[in-house]
């Protein structure tokens, strides 16, 4: 048999998996009330939640990783803030916020804190911004498959679809985490043997730590240490400082702010929970990369001349025998879907409840609820796959917007920080702020050659400073109309470190992991140093 039909029959199986277990998953969650089918019903506990948060982040942007290491090395370090400040400072300060305020969507907490327009305006960019990603994720996904197996593109992007759309639609966010905590399992175990495997078949970790070969700025590849450049105009993969502060912003904004990750962390069962979750996740994400990094150093190793965005797939075809090949190609497959379904769950939960139930009918019952939503989810998954053909023919335009909208995690990082912190923000100031952030942002990016890492702190620091200058000429708001908005105002609980209030022995997994990872590094910085 040809080997490509086999690895075509694995990759087969585990849609029809996927389909048998979404389509009884979805009827067993049919009847759940319109909360539970936004939300997931509040039920899971921290380790579940934070399976389904890694399932999210590592999607088919796994490649990206393996081919950031093939160019640029083993430079871990901008993707370990999650481990040492960006989950810390979430499981600190923002969880406990989300938690007291009970909101149902990230955008709903910026209406508690300043307006209804601030809310509006980021629900709006934000739906927008998902849809696109959405349909170029499915372009990928069935670029992948199409190119492997010669299957025709929109009969892949027609099965990716149709397979999620399914459990979707009749389950909503209760079916998509029950799926998404197996599919993380998955995921994981195919990362983790295409890096092992890799390392084996270029030698071993001594013979990566060996690697004399420098980067573009002047680093080896094995090392993590990041490169420095005090340039704005740097074009250095995050050079210190400012990739380093970038990271950080862009990090936080990433983990906590955006709803698509927060959304799961609102399905704990309990602030504690979601406070484990989240350390849980930034800590097994970035364990995870170091997999994918370790397999893009070693194909650089093994095949030099390795185009860097194939070197993932050059991995799986050089390095697997048949077979194995579609359970790998399986668990990208299941990496992208556990993205896509999150990214419909998201927006259209945004939708629904940040638009519609907030601006149009507020006072819809259960059935009207569930019914709009499951519109919407249609609505955007038709959208989406409409979406395509452009993706395919432009993907620069795609990229170009993508890239514009990126220009926003300052200004929403910014927006989170002095509302939660300060409480001397008030709503006009903090709207103009935001816009003024987002323009200056967008024209630093398209305007001049200021690199995106600076581009998005000037942002980040422009709105930061706008809103709090510009409050002094409003009013500000009572303690009493601040209650559980800042890490001030938070009934019961001496502020800032609201955090140890659900979990006192939360600055202790603080410090541990913090010293845990330096630790680490600081051992393999050691260790290429002695080879």
């Known amino acids: 048999m040809n080997a490509l039909y086999i690895d075509g029959a694995v990759v087969a199986f585990y849609f029809l998996v996927v389909l048998v277990a979404g389509y009884l998953l979805g009827k067993k969650h049919q009847a759940d009330s319109a909360s539970d089918f936004l939300t997931g019903g509040r039920s899971l506990s921290g380790f579940k939640i934070a399976l389904t948060m890694i399932a999210m982040g590592i999607d088919t942007g796994i490649m990206g990783i393996i081919g950031i290491a093939f160019v640029w090395g083993f430079t871990v370090q901008w993707m370990a803030v999650h481990i040492w400040i960006t989950a810390p400072l979430a499981a600190m300060f923002i969880i406990p916020i989300y938690w007291r305020t009970k909101i149902i969507t990230t955008p709903e907490l910026l209406e508690k804190r300043f307006n209804v327009s601030c809310r509006a305006f980021f629900t709006v960019v934000m739906v927008v911004y998902i849809i696109i990603v959405l349909g170029t994720s499915i372009y990928l996904g069935a670029l992948i498959l199409s190119e492997w197996f010669g299957w025709p593109l929109y009969t892949c992007c027609a099965i990716i679809m149709g397979v999620t759309g399914l459990y979707v639609l009749m389950g909503g966010m209760k079916t998509v985490l029950s799926i998404n905590i197996y599919q993380c399992i998955f995921i994981v175990i195919t990362v983790v043997m295409v890096g092992i495997v890799a ?144 990214l419909v769950t998201s927006s259209s939960t945004m939708i629904t409840e940040d638009i519609y139930r907030r601006l149009i009918h507020r006072n819809a019952g259960d059935k009207t609820i569930k019914t709009f939503a499951r519109i919407t989810q249609a609505v955007i998954i038709v959208v989406s796959l409409i979406l395509i053909p452009y993706a395919a023919e432009s993907r620069t335009v795609t990229k170009l917007i993508q890239s514009l909208i990126a220009d926003m995690l300052g200004v929403i990082v910014a927006l989170y920080f002095v509302g939660i912190f300060s409480r001397r923000a008030t709503p006009i100031a903090a709207f103009i702020g935001m816009i003024s952030g987002i323009l200056l942002a967008v024209y630093l990016d398209v305007g001049t050659d200021i690199s995106f890492p600076n581009v998005g702190i000037f942002s980040f620091l422009w709105t930061i400073v706008a809103i709090l200058v510009l409050s002094r000429f409003e009013r500000p708001r009572s303690k009493e109309e601040l209650e559980n908005l800042t890490v001030y105002t938070v009934p019961g609980v001496k502020g800032p470190f609201i955090g140890l209030a659900a979990w006192p022995g939360l600055w202790k997994w603080i410090l541990g992991l913090a010293i845990f990872w330096f630790s680490l590094t600081a051992a393999w910085e050691f260790y290429i140093r002695i080879h």
């Open 199 to 342: 390392v084996w078949k270029a030698g071993g970790l001594s013979a990566i730590a060996s690697i004399k070969t420098l980067n573009d700025a002047g680093i080896v590849l094995p090392s993590t240490l990041m490169p420095v450049d005090w340039s704005i105009f740097s074009k250095l993969w995050y050079p210190l400082p400012s990739g380093l502060i970038w990271a950080i912003l862009a990090g936080t904004s990433w983990i906590i702010c955006n709803f698509y990750m927060a959304q799961r962390l609102l399905a704990s069962r309990s602030e504690k929970d979601a406070q484990k979750a989240i350390l849980y996740c930034g800590t097994g994400l970035i364990l995870i990369y170091i997999f994918g990094l370790l397999a893009g150093i070693s194909v650089r190793a093994l095949m030099p001349d390795t185009a860097p965005d194939k070197a993932y797939v050059k991995a799986i075809f050089t390095m697997f025998p048949v077979g194995v090949r579609g359970f790998l190609i399986a668990g990208l497959i299941a990496s992208l879907m556990s993205t896509i379904d999150g």
